[in-house]
């Protein structure tokens, strides 16, 4: 079976919500990426099979495939295809696994994956006002629980979800809260450092954005207990100790060893092994303890055998019951702070997550990766990368 590899990942800066990337059209922000990809590998793109791009809310300005869109954004030839997924806040994690799965089938041998999500642009949610989603046939499956913990208007929950995975594994608010404050202290000195400065791409509109725009240094316990909770009164989640609200895209290069040596480039990492896992629907972000079971069974590696991890940090409680579950080195789980601190461009961080995580393998030497992502509707992907 061919091997998949890894050549390089680009992203832009996360920008907040209403901020540096506010004015760019999402089309557009993908264009960017993909074409400072090319720049660097110096890929003809005429060459490649295909771009797996992930997008979520796919309304709006991300209607009309946006992966092929974004292609033509680059000013690539017209020969190129595109194709849009949505994984939920896993679909550019999932990009990068069918682009390398494909590879590994032998049906493709140079593929771009990534992802774009402008939140400002189209909010969260966006399209409801049009249907309402989930359908009557899982409504009545989960009918017991959604009419009773407090589910705003009998929906699926993700704020709910990590209120109950607070309760189920004894988390507190300092607990959570002292994660969120170490996810800025985190980014805060990996941007002082520079560990990102070399995976960002130019955005012509915002020629002076070289960082991560939702970092709030200074954060601690004391200033996040100021914030009042989001969606239970009373309750453990916050703000604070969320994700933010934000725009971004992210891309990858990957192709076969032998392709890689034809075009004489240099692979940065092997796409070891990839899953995807599903969980409760109603608790719904416990799928990454599930799906990184599943994936060192596979691969038959310990959690020890693993350097770096990035668990995305969708709410504090979700790396947290991970974590307690898993019995992972916490220092190694999102060493440079994560998506509380950074922002979670939906369909663009999974491969966010993959962009740092390959980054880091390579600046520190780190042999094993593990990326694994908790979705809307109780799934979650992981993928184990090898650096060459």
């Known amino acids: 079976m061919p091997e998949a590899v890894i050549i390089d990942a680009v992203r832009s800066p996360i920008g907040k919500r209403n901020g540096a990337l506010s004015q760019v059209h999402p089309v557009d922000l993908s264009g960017y990426v993909l074409r400072a990809l090319a720049e660097r590998t110096g890929i003809d793109p005429a060459e490649l099979d295909d771009v797996v791009w992930g997008c979520v809310n796919q309304v709006g300005d991300q209607a009309a495939q946006v992966g092929r869109y974004s292609v033509l954004a680059a000013g690539w030839p017209e020969t190129v295809p595109g194709t849009t997924i949505n994984r939920a806040c896993g679909s550019s994690q999932q990009a990068v696994d069918f682009a390398a799965g494909m590879i590994m089938a032998g049906q493709y041998e140079l593929v771009v994956a990534g992802g774009v999500e402008t939140m400002s642009r189209v909010p969260l949610g966006a399209?409801?006002?049009?249907?309402?989603?989930?359908?009557?046939?899982?409504?009545?499956?989960?009918?017991?629980?959604?009419?009773?913990?407090?589910?705003?208007?009998?929906?699926?929950?993700?704020?709910?979800?990590?209120?109950?995975?607070?309760?189920?594994?004894?988390?507190?608010?300092?607990?959570?809260?002292?994660?969120?404050?170490?996810?800025h202290a985190r980014t805060a000195a990996a941007t002082d450092a520079g560990a990102f400065d070399g995976q960002f791409a130019a955005i012509p509109e915002a020629p002076g954005f070289r960082a991560d725009e939702g970092l709030r240094r200074g954060t601690t316990v004391e200033t996040l207990a100021a914030l009042k909770p989001a969606f239970v009164e009373g309750g453990l989640i916050h703000a604070?100790?969320?994700?933010?609200?934000?725009?971004?895209?992210?891309?990858?290069?990957?192709?076969?060893?032998?392709?890689?040596?034809?075009?004489?480039?240099?692979?940065?990492?092997?796409?070891?092994?990839?899953?995807?896992?599903?969980?409760?629907?109603?608790?719904?972000?416990?799928?990454?303890?599930?799906?990184t079971a599943k994936l060192l069974r596979r691969t038959q590696l310990t959690v020890d055998d693993i350097g770096t991890f990035e668990v995305n940090e969708a709410f504090a409680s979700v790396p947290l019951a991970w974590l307690a579950e898993t019995g992972a080195d916490r220092g190694r789980v999102n060493p440079q702070g994560g998506a509380i601190a950074m922002g979670h461009p939906l369909g663009a961080s999974g491969a966010v997550l993959m962009t740092k995580m390959v980054h880091r393998m390579r600046d520190q030497g780190i042999r094993?990766?593990?990326?694994?992502?908790?979705?809307?509707?109780?799934?979650?992907?992981?993928?184990?990368?090898?650096?060459t």
């Open 127 to 183: 399209g409801r006002d049009l249907g309402r989603p989930f359908g009557p046939a899982v409504r009545n499956r989960y009918a017991e629980q959604l009419s009773s913990g407090g589910f705003p208007n009998g929906d699926f929950s993700q704020g709910i979800g990590a209120e109950l995975i607070a309760k189920r594994w004894g988390l507190t608010r300092e607990d959570l809260d002292e994660l969120a404050a170490e996810s």
């Open 240 to 291: 604070g100790n969320s994700s933010q609200i934000s725009d971004g895209a992210a891309a990858l290069l990957l192709t076969t060893p032998e392709k890689a040596r034809e075009l004489g480039l240099r692979p940065v990492a092997r796409y070891t092994a990839g899953t995807v896992a599903g969980a409760d629907p109603i608790m719904m972000l416990t799928g990454p303890i599930a799906a």
């Open 368 to 387: 094993y990766g593990l990326q694994t992502m908790c979705e809307g509707g109780g799934t979650a992907n992981a993928t184990i990368l090898e650096l």
